[in-house]
């Protein structure tokens, strides 16, 4: 590795670390009882999970090639030690994510507006608010108060809607670009890619799941434009969430290590980590913040429960991960997996 490539590893390294400090600090702010589970996660999945994983396992296993082997894919970022590895790889997780979550947000709302602007509502389908950098307070700016007010309800719904079937859409674009044979040959594509399925689908899972009963935002005012009750929105997109969920972590996740981290347990842990933080504490888990509002806040505890649950089950060490990732290997468009590595 030249001095260059040090040195632009080095940056992304702080810029990524900064960013991680700037979410932790936001979560500080927003609650203390959130920033508590976000520094109990980070030892979780960075220390105490591993290490539950190496006593479990099988030490035959372990006899595998060494983290850091170079691939045609891989070769920059394993020429790395491993602890700058892995700072690096969270840090172009993290910059990935903010940039893309705020790709998929301004989609969303976008969609909201220009329906509403081709419906008469608005004048202008720019005319949204941006929220922060984080995600928060973003908004599609429609009156849909003055709408029911109106007795516009059916269009207010179908503004509403606007916004989450943008999602929809956008998740079965990013699974079928998953599958195409040149996004799988270029690890980065398959990362942005990953990582836009991922945010697009729990942004519309965790409206369903935590907030269908509520009298505003896109369920609410569905409902209440329809004139229809919530429950079928909430039993429906909630069991279609749960499929869609376990497509994720059962085939995406362990195909995104495969092609992105093969060879690399280390790595394959920040991986489930991540996609873990984002569902289940980043979404759903913040809605704990609305206690004693039900059923957000108790949605919320069932994120954070599932925040703990799910990376054990969805482990890189467990057999089934393993298997999955063997088999997206000999589809020929990522390396051969021999195994977990030390790292």
């Not at 008469?120 to 720019?126: A, I, L, N, R």
């Not at 995600?135 to 709408?147: K, Q, T």
């Amino acid at each position: 590795m030249t001095y260059r490539q040090a040195a632009a590893w080095l940056a992304l390294i702080v810029v990524g670390i900064f960013f991680l400090f700037a979410i932790a600090m936001e979560f500080l702010e927003t609650s203390l009882v959130l920033f508590a589970v976000l520094l109990l996660y980070l030892t979780y999945s960075g220390y105490l999970l591993p290490a539950i994983d190496r006593r479990r396992e099988d030490p035959r296993i372990l006899e595998a090639q060494p983290a850091g082997t170079e691939t045609d894919r891989s070769r920059s970022l394993m020429q790395l030690p491993p602890i700058p590895r892995v700072l690096a790889f969270i840090a172009i997780t993290t910059l990935s994510f903010l940039i893309l979550h705020l790709g998929v947000l301004l989609v969303h709302e976008f969609s909201h507006s220009l329906l509403a602007y081709l419906l008469g509502v608005k004048q202008d389908p720019w005319n949204i608010i941006y929220g922060n950098w984080i995600g928060s307070h973003w908004d599609e700016n429609v009156d849909y108060a003055a709408l029911f007010a109106a007795g516009e309800g059916p269009t207010a719904a179908a503004i509403a809607f606007a916004g989450p079937f943008a999602n929809i859409a956008l998740f079965f674009v990013t699974v079928g670009l998953m599958a195409a044979g040149r996004v799988k040959s270029h690890r980065w594509a398959y990362h942005c890619v990953f990582w836009t399925c991922v945010i697009t689908f729990v942004m519309v899972f965790e409206y369903v799941f935590t907030r269908s009963f509520l009298q505003h935002d896109d369920f609410g005012n569905i409902n209440h434009g329809l004139g229809i009750s919530p429950w079928p929105i909430f039993l429906a997109g909630t069991i279609l969430g749960i499929f869609g969920l376990y497509y994720i972590l059962a085939y995406k996740a362990p195909e995104y290590c495969a092609i992105v981290t093969p060879h690399d347990r280390p790595l394959q842990y920040v991986v489930v980590s991540a996609v873990s933080f984002v569902i289940f504490l980043y979404y759903i888990g913040l809605r704990i913040t609305a206690y004693p509002a039900v059923p957000e806040w108790w949605c919320g505890t069932v994120g954070i429960a599932a925040l703990f649950v799910v990376p054990f089950i969805a482990s890189p060490a467990r057999r089934w991960m393993q298997t999955s990732m063997q088999r997206s290997a000999r589809d020929g468009r990522s390396p051969p997996h021999p195994g977990p590595s030390r790292g």
